[in-house]
């Protein structure tokens, strides 16, 4: 559930845990994977979006 982007509280009450520090201390390390492809995701999109604007501006990368 954590790595289709279920949120943590959604899967908590799913798996009926009678709370959520549960859910986070048997799933956490799942969380750390989910935070680096975020991450990975994000250096991505920021490297496409710095080749978008150089073929837009003649190659002048200017600050946002």
């Known amino acids: 559930m954590i790595a289709a982007d279920i949120p943590l509280a959604v899967a908590s009450k799913t798996l009926r845990h009678s709370t ?15 935070a680096e492809e975020a991450m990975h995701a994000l250096d991505e999109a920021s490297a496409n979006q710095q080749e978008v604007a150089r ?4 190659g002048v990368l200017r600050a946002a």
Do not use: E, F, P, V
Request: glycine share 10%; hydrophobic share 35%; aromatic share 6%.
């Open 55 to 58: 073929s837009h501006d003649g």
């Open 20 to 34: 959520l520090a549960i859910t986070i201390n048997l799933y956490g390390d799942l969380l750390k994977d989910s």
